[in-house]
T-cell receptor, first 115, second 116 residues
């Protein structure tokens, strides 16, 4: 069984500050991990994904995440927050065992950026 | 890249009526489609998986007779909310699985359903 834990529901940072959104996963097989961003009343946009290649994954909009197997973590970071980063962020895991591999989402974290 | 077109984007319906949501894969064939539901300020919960040529697989607790899922062709999957009630108001999103190990999931843009 697979699961994702995103601790906390809301993170607030100042513009220009470091963004750190935490994600821990559980998977019975080597996982594929994803971070998505969702703006109000919109669908999901893929920020980045880990598919067993490099453990440090760079995504769009300056975001990156590091896969740490020993810690079962895949935390999302961005060195300097921008006002436009304010949104809902979801971490997700898949075991990718075929076409029917469902994606399991964490409960999401709301990121607020203060001027 | 792969695109899933989801319609309608917003729909308001009266209690007791049925609403159909369509997801079409525009430039690829999708033998499988995942259907998610998202309540305000909450995560996406998988409702069911549609499969072309066979019955949909529903997650535990999802009413099959209320949420009818049909995978009519390799490019079309539909979700019909039957006899809708206000508690069915939610954001519904479809997603096609990756078409290779290095690919990602392709999401529709979502449907905001409001039942009044």
């Amino acid at each position: 069984a697979q699961s994702v834990t995103q601790l906390g529901s809301h993170v607030s940072v100042s513009e220009g500050a470091l963004v750190l959104l935490r994600c821990n996963y559980s998977s019975s097989v080597p996982p594929y991990l994803f971070w998505y961003v969702q703006y109000p009343n919109q669908g999901l946009q893929l920020l980045l994904k880990y598919t067993s290649a490099a453990t440090l994954v760079k995504g769009i909009n300056g975001f990156e995440a590091e896969f740490k197997k020993s810690e079962t973590s895949f935390h999302l970071t961005k060195p300097s927050a921008h006002m436009s980063d304010a949104a809902e962020y979801f971490c997700a895991v898949s075991e990718m065992t075929g076409a029917n591999s469902k994606l399991t989402f964490g409960k999401g974290i709301t990121l607020s950026v203060r001027p | 890249g792969a695109v899933v077109s989801q319609h309608p984007s917003r729909v308001i319906c009266k209690s007791g009526t049925s609403v159909k949501i369509e997801c079409r894969s525009l430039d690829f064939q999708a033998t499988t489609m995942f259907w998610y539901r998202q309540f305000p300020k909450q995560s996406l919960m998988l409702m069911a998986t549609s499969n072309e040529g066979s019955k949909a697989t529903y997650e535990q607790g999802v009413e099959k007779d209320k949420f009818l899922i049909n995978h009519a062709s390799l490019t079309l999957s539909t979700l019909t909310v039957t006899s809708a009630h206000p508690e069915d108001s939610s954001f519904y999103i479809c997603s096609a699985p990756p078409r290779g190990r290095m690919k990602g999931y392709t999401f529709g843009s979502g449907t905001r359903l409001t039942v009044v």
